[in-house]
């Protein structure tokens, strides 16, 4: 199986000669097993994505009936599983946001963000962070903030970047009020630098995700929104990665309350059961485009075994109580990633927002990373393989572990995962300088 795989296809950010596929065959709740009867607790939702869980039946069952009743239908055309799935979706999204352009993935809805906000504003340039990740097409790659993007330029342009509230390195203050006063002081001066009537919208990943994990500070986006307002600035929100329910809320934006322009949405859309993402838009905004084409289409637009999946996966988080169970099990994340840091010297700390949680590494009592910006060590992919030698599946990069288990996880297996994490970490402490 990995031998064909390896011959035939090509693995995503990798060299092919050093890729190293594991062999998956099945899963069930927050488990997986290999070809070879591994089982592996998944500290990763696969791709951050797996939300209610592997082998969830009501979701297959409902792809299974959608492929016998209508397997497809063209983007045109009006479809029940379409109507149901719109209006599923508006009753989980606050205010406005219930017009949906439905897409394959994150990459493309982000793409269609642009469009949709530079027609509907007639303005070309478009904000976002270094802190960010927004998909590896032309568009949504120069959208990209971190180094992920350095391969594909030049690029489309029109795209500027800008420093986060915790950029890297430094901070813009100590305590969270300091922060937020001076990143939207700094962020009103390049708006103002660029000329507020030539932005169009301004994107932001709600809760950065693989750049940090970092929730903003308090008030920031609540400030940000104000901001955007007043310069009529679209604010186009990326929930990719931390929507549906993976920060104890339906989506990381409601935490302070507010209403984005724009949302973009895909992963736990449909758990990952089948590719979807999606574009929501406000009403009003929306409205601009009754009377001028909306430029853009897709074959799979809509697709209906897609929308299946996400209808049924919603639902699943809606019976199962999903959304309230991130919240619940934060503070045990929180707890033992403290327990972490307290055992371990390589450890710096962590933070976590629901079931979205990062931990920091060190190699010296200074902080200093193992693996800096863009920088890889080989004690990382060790950590990596150790881990997986303790049968538990997470993401490392740079100097980072993530913690995005599926969110039908329990509280025992959580702390198993990271009571494996503790002994994997042994390599890190045997490299520790101090």
Request: with cysteine; charged share 20%; hydrophobic share 45%.
């Amino acid at each position: 199986m990995i031998r064909l795989c390896r011959e035939h296809s090509l693995y995503s950010w990798s060299r092919q000669d050093s890729v190293e596929p594991l062999a998956v065959v099945g899963g069930e709740g927050a488990w997986f097993w290999t070809a070879d009867g591994k089982r592996l607790l998944d500290f990763n939702s696969q791709t951050m994505s797996v939300t209610v869980g592997h082998g969830e039946r009501r979701v297959i069952d409902a792809m299974k009936a959608q492929l016998d009743a209508l397997p497809y239908a063209y983007p045109g055309a009006a479809t029940e599983i379409r109507a149901r799935a719109g209006q599923l979706l508006a009753s989980v999204l606050p205010g406005d946001l219930d017009v949906f352009f439905f897409t394959l993935g994150g990459s493309d809805a982000n793409e269609s963000a642009i469009k949709a906000a530079r027609w509907a504003t007639g303005r070309h340039k478009i904000l976002s962070r270094y802190r960010s990740y927004h998909g590896a097409t032309a568009g949504a790659m120069q959208l990209t903030g971190d180094p992920r993007r350095w391969a594909t330029e030049p690029g489309p342009p029109g795209f500027i970047h800008v420093l986060d509230p915790e950029p890297y390195g430094y901070s813009f203050g100590a305590t969270a009020a300091e922060r937020t006063a001076r990143h939207l002081a700094y962020l009103e001066e390049v708006i103002r630098m660029e000329g507020p009537d030539q932005i169009a919208a301004l994107f932001i990943e709600t809760v950065t995700g693989t750049n940090g994990v970092l929730a903003p500070p308090d008030g920031w986006l609540r400030g940000v929104r104000e901001l955007t307002e007043r310069h009529g600035i679209l604010l186009v929100c990326d929930e990719v990665m931390c929507g549906f329910g993976r920060t104890g809320r339906w989506f990381a934006f409601e935490h302070e309350g507010i209403t984005p322009d724009i949302v973009t949405m895909a992963k736990g859309l449909t758990s990952s059961y089948a590719p979807l993402g999606a574009m929501a838009l406000r009403r009003g905004l929306a409205r601009r485009f009754d009377e001028r084409v909306f430029q853009t289409g897709l074959t799979y637009h809509a697709h209906p075994v897609s929308l299946a999946a996400a209808v049924a996966n919603v639902e699943v988080l809606q019976q199962d109580g999903l959304v309230a169970r991130a919240a619940a099990l934060e503070p045990v994340v929180r707890e033992e990633i403290d327990r972490l840091a307290a055992a371990h010297p390589s450890v710096r700390g962590g933070r976590a927002i629901g079931l979205f949680a990062m931990i920091d590494l060190q190699r010296d009592a200074s902080g200093q990373p193992f693996g800096g910006f863009n920088a890889k060590h080989p004690l990382m992919h060790d950590l990596y393989v150790r881990l997986l030698e303790e049968g538990l599946f997470a993401y490392v990069r740079w100097s980072t572990l993530m913690v995005l288990p599926p969110l039908c996880i329990d509280e025992a297996d959580l702390r198993e995962g990271f009571a494996r994490v503790g002994r994997a970490l042994d390599v890190m402490d045997a490299a520790f300088e101090g």
